[in-house]
Nanobody
Framework: QVQLVESGGGVVQAGGSLRLSCAAS????????MGWFRQAPGKEREFVAA????????DYADSMKGRFTISRDNGKNTLYLQMNSLKPEDTAVYYC???????????????????WGQGTQVTVSS
């Protein structure tokens, strides 16, 4: 079993920045693909960014490219999402997710992930 706990959400003005963290525990965290997703009120959960656990390759949704950066600290079993130039449309609950045994692959589909955190709210005011 894997536990994922997000933190770092909050309220920020448009143009501001936030850094989300996702702490993983429960198993040897050495071969996990990781990702961030978000869900705004009344909308479906959508892909934000993903990263391999080996090699650090990453991918982003088009609307996040150039503004968001996903990274990880293997020694701390922690995933990060640096969000800059935030817009009101970035307001959502942000979730981290893990996929077991697929650490070399960038996964962008919800169904690819085995474990999810509880989410952290990000609110961007105009």
């Amino acid at each position: 079993q894997v536990q994922l706990v997000e933190s770092g959400g909050g309220v920020v003005q448009a143009g501001g920045s936030l850094r989300l963290s996702c702490a993983a525990s429960g198993r040897t965290f050495s071969n996990y693909a990781m990702g961030w997703f978000r869900q705004a009120p009344g909308k479906e959960r959508e892909f934000v960014a993903a990263i391999t656990w080996i090699g650090g390759r990453a991918d982003y949704a088009d609307s996040m490219k150039g503004r968001f950066t996903i990274s990880r600290d293997n020694g701390k079993n922690t995933l990060y999402l640096q969000m800059n130039s935030l817009k009101p449309e970035d307001t959502a609950v942000y979730y981290c997710a893990a996929s077991v045994g697929r650490g070399k692959v960038v996964l962008i589909t919800i169904g690819d992930y085995d474990y999810w955190g509880q989410g952290t709210q990000v609110t961007v005011s105009s």
